[in-house]
């Protein structure tokens, strides 16, 4: 029950919860209208939470490690976004353009915060240089992924306005750079009560779900999709993962010669994707009923990811403490 646990996070169950909910019972007329007020305003104050809680200064003190910092920024918003210009080309006739759309908004998004330092601090990997890399991420995510998305999600056939851009500005960034600059007021208060802002944030995430696959089926669109076309989906994310996780590592240790703590920094901090900023962005780039396909790839990539790092620090941990009692033993005899 423990194992079921570390590897199914309850609030991806929640998660998916929403979605049959949306199924059974879709908000319509007049309450989709309020579930979506209520939604985005949940997206402002996700985005406002973001900016008060990431630390400038822990941010800017970690970029001593400038070569690691800038290894974790390239594969998060140039490597991704290479694979994923190839995956939507190699795909374009078996993927819905909706699924396609959505694979290549996974490949601009930022890394996450949470759930990459945990995995770095589990596998012994250094946990200081894996917090400014997530933060980092994060913090210029909040510009340069619209950008990306911008020029790159109108060749997976996305069609994006001057309009989104402008809601980007105000519904993302502006309650952002807000968050940051009322950090020095407020970042005290955010850190006692982080658990009840953890309930409020991942309620608003679920909100925005339930409203995103609400359109998608009141509209229909989810008869366009096939089994095939879902299994073919999770088959090109775990590819996906697998080969950032390889690459990874790989330069990490080979080319760039990193120790071993600083390549697990690059692997888990380079690998993961933010579902809590991605919903959001989605939700502000996308406002038609396709929105529930196009957030599925990343629903469907965050779970996997949480399950193969869950794997892999275990194992880097499990080595770790067997060279340290290795070096011990060694000590005594």
């Known amino acids: 029950m423990q194992r079921f646990r570390t590897f199914v996070d309850p609030y991806i169950l929640a998660m998916f919860a929403m979605v049959g909910l949306a199924g059974v019972l879709p908000a319509r007329g007049q309450g989709a209208e309020v579930a979506g007020m209520a939604a985005n305003v949940g997206i402002v104050f996700l985005f406002f939470l973001y900016g008060a809680r990431i630390?400038?200064?822990?941010?800017?003190?970690?970029?001593?490690?400038w070569r690691l910092q800038l290894a974790v920024l390239a594969t998060t918003f140039l490597l991704f976004p290479v694979l994923g210009l190839g995956l939507v080309a190699a795909t374009e006739s078996i993927l819905p353009a909706a699924l396609a759309s959505g694979?290549?908004?996974?490949?601009?998004?930022?890394?996450?915060?949470?759930?990459?330092?945990?995995?770095?601090?589990?596998?012994?990997?250094?946990?200081?240089?894996?917090?400014?890399?997530?933060?980092?991420?994060?913090?210029?995510?909040?510009?340069?992924?619209?950008?990306?998305?911008?020029?790159?999600?109108?060749?997976?056939?996305?069609?994006?306005?001057?309009?989104?851009?402008?809601d980007i500005m105000l519904q993302l960034l502006a309650p952002f750079v807000?968050?940051?600059?009322?950090?020095?007021?407020?970042?005290?208060?955010?850190?006692?009560?982080?658990?009840?802002?953890?309930?409020?944030?991942?309620?608003?995430?679920?909100?925005?779900?339930?409203?995103?696959f609400s359109r998608g089926v009141v509209s229909g669109v989810w008869d366009q999709v096939r089994l095939d076309d879902l299994a073919g989906?999770?088959?090109i994310l775990a590819g996906l993962l697998a080969s950032?996780?390889?690459?990874?590592?790989?330069?990490?240790?080979?080319?760039?010669?990193?120790?071993?703590?600083?390549?697990?920094v690059l692997q888990f901090c380079g690998s993961?994707?933010?579902?809590?900023?991605?919903?959001?962005?989605?939700?502000?780039?996308?406002?038609?009923?396709s929105l529930g396909l196009i957030v599925l790839p990343l629903m469907l990539y965050h779970q996997m990811q949480l399950v193969v790092c869950a794997v892999l620090t275990r194992r880097y941990s499990a080595r770790t403490e067997?060279?340290?009692?290795?070096?011990?033993?060694?000590?005594?005899?």
């Open 322 to 333: 067997g060279n340290a009692e290795a070096a011990i033993a060694s000590l005594s005899a």
């Open 272 to 289: 993961q994707k933010s579902l809590a900023s991605g919903l959001p962005i989605a939700t502000v780039l996308f406002a038609g009923p």
């Open 233 to 235: 989906l999770l088959a």
């Open 178 to 212: 807000a968050g940051q600059l009322l950090r020095p007021l407020i970042g005290n208060w955010v850190t006692r009560n982080k658990l009840l802002l953890t309930f409020a944030d991942r309620g608003s995430i679920l909100l925005i779900i339930y409203v995103a």
């Open 55 to 65: 630390s400038r200064a822990e941010a800017w003190a970690g970029m001593a490690q």
């Open 244 to 264: 950032v996780l390889i690459l990874t590592w790989t330069f990490g240790r080979k080319v760039l010669g990193f120790k071993e703590a600083d390549a697990i």
């Open 103 to 166: 694979l290549m908004l996974l490949c601009v998004l930022p890394s996450t915060v949470q759930s990459s330092i945990a995995f770095t601090s589990i596998a012994r990997g250094n946990v200081p240089a894996a917090l400014c890399a997530a933060s980092a991420s994060n913090i210029v995510g909040v510009v340069l992924t619209p950008v990306l998305a911008g020029s790159l999600l109108q060749v997976a056939g996305a069609e994006l306005s001057f309009g989104v851009f402008r």
